[in-house]
C-alpha cells in the first residue's frame, strides 16, 4: 500500500522536509532540510546564510521562493541533485527516522501535496513525486549501506 505524507504533525511527517530534523552538511549545521534545499538556491552568496539562519522551514521556503533574490543560474540542472543531498544527509544523520524509512520496505512513497506537482504528487494525483523518488532512492542507498557493514 502506498505511502503518503505531507504535514509533519500527521503520519511518516518525519518524511517532510520541513521536519526538525537538523544535520552538517558542507561543514555547517541545517536545521531542516528544507533550509538546506531553499539555501542552495544562492550558494555562495549572503542570501545562504540568511536562510541557513531563518527561524522556521516555512520562512526559508518563503524566502527561498522570492523571485526578487538572484536564482543561481543552474537551478533546474541541479536541484534534484540538492535535494538527494539533503535527504541522504537528513537520514543518515538520526538513526530514528532512518529505521521509519526503512520500515516502509518497497512500499511507494509519496508527498500528497495539494499545489505541488514537481516534487509531490499535486491535487490531482498527476504530479512528478520527485520527493518521494528521492525518498525511495535513499531508502535503497540506506539498505545497501546496512547490508555492507
Ligand atoms: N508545505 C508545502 N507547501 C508548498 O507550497 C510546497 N510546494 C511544498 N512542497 C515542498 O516545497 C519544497 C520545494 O519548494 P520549491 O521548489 O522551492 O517551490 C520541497 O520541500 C517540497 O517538498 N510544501
New binding site residues.
Partial sequence: MTIYF??VNEPYGCF???SAHGFMLDGKWWPT??HY??AQ?FAGTPYEEKIRLIKS??DA?TM??DRRLPLRQDWELV?DEV?RKAVLQKFKSHHDIRAILLSTGNREIV?N?P??Y???CGADGSGKN??GQILMEVREELRREGNRS
Fill in positions: 505531507y504535514r517532510s522536509n520541513f532540510s528544507e534545499f531553499q538556491k522551514p516555512k521556503a527561498g521562493r536541484k535535494m508527498e501535496s499545489v505541488d514537481y516534487w509531490g520527485m520527493l
